[in-house]
């Protein structure tokens, strides 16, 4: 019988590549196959994800759901994964002892034989090291599933934000070999990719030397991958201010395969509170990069991750937070309240401001981002854009996507599936637009 496996992911995108491994490993070593449905599942898998408490309570409220489910199916293995395994560890067996087992980000390589172990002796399982960079070498090579793949080039984060768990949960910073990469790539397209997102939590401080001893950095390894004649397209996420040097910038003027858009989180607005947080980076400097971006690439548009509420900030602080966001500019973003997380500096930091304001000062900030991009996806119109055409709808009507993540509904004759192609825009709605074939 064919045993079925059903993933749950929560968080960011890493988890998501991260999620996409695990089906295609355990597809690869024990033929599951993977279901939406629950019920169905031999194996359940919850990817989970730390950054803020609620995310965290949604772990624990599905783990609750699936004891149920357990019950009634006493075959059926459990495992939890991602940030919440790595942070909980013992923890997760302890609140729901019908959990089979528990993996970090860095050894869901180990899923099969966690497995088996579990089977041959009946108790969880537990693994959240950090083996280095191990698991890429373990896991099997990379399955696409459309125009546009994620690859992971870099793991973890060594800025240790004051606020943030990240370099707890996901370890410290450690890049894939360059090599390894241009493997994975030529094997994606050789599936039919031509669009990359390249990956890691701060994705901007890759380094790696290779046998020769040629050191790359981020912006070297762009215009590697770009050598690659079947890529027509690179974005990345998620980079950091403080690794956004002149060669990755000139990249947004050189390298006609990088994506005319950028995520770049800034946090906050007052340097007051970004000391606080520990980003390393004043406001103005944040601008200065900013400025440089948009002189190596006049329309570029940028995105960003705000903290409202940071222990302490007072309604100055955030009006300096509204004035940056005008400065700046910002199309888009995920902004949300600061969630106090265990083990870090921040969370013995002292916070008295009312959570009425702190949700009012959200409301504002998204609000203003949410007019600008509107403001922006107007001006589009008439221009030409390049987008990558990953839906069809019907036999004469396409979806995709631009440089800078606009939703563009095209109809013609031509069956487009999967190419990029030029278009220019006829129509725009919010972050909707609709275009026709050059
Ligand atoms: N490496 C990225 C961020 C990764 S975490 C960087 O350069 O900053 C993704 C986002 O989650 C962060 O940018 C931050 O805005 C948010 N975040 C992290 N910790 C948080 C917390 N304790 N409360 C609220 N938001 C948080
Ligand atoms: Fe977190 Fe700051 Fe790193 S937000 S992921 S510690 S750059």
Redesign the pocket.
Known sequence: MIKKIFIKTYG?QMNEYDSDQISNLMGKMDSYQSTDQVEDADLVVLNTCS??EKAEDKVYGQLGRLRELKNKKPSMKIAVGGCVASQEGENIIKRAPYVDLVFGPQTLHKIPSLLKENERVGSAQIDISFPAIEKFDQLPQAKSNGPSSYVSIMEG?SKY?S????PYTRGEEVSRPAEDIIEEILRLTQQGVIELNLLG??VNAYRYKDKKGFEYDFAELINLISEIDEINRIRFT???PNEMNDTLIECFQNNHKLANFIHL?I?SGSDRILSAMKRNYLYLEYKQIIKKLKAASPNILISS???VGFPGETDQDHQQTIKAIKEIDFDYS?S??????PG?PASYLKDSTNEEIKKNRLQEIQNLINEQGKNHTHALMNSEQRVLIDEKVDEITFKGKTDNNRIVEIKTKQDILNQMVKVKVTKTTNRRISGELI
Request: glycine share 0%; aromatic share 18%; proline share 4%.
């Open positions: 960011c950054i803020r984060c934000c606020f943030c768990v990240v939590q701060n998620t980079s950091h989180p946090q991750d705000f903290i995920y949300f309240l600061y969630s106090a997380r870090t």
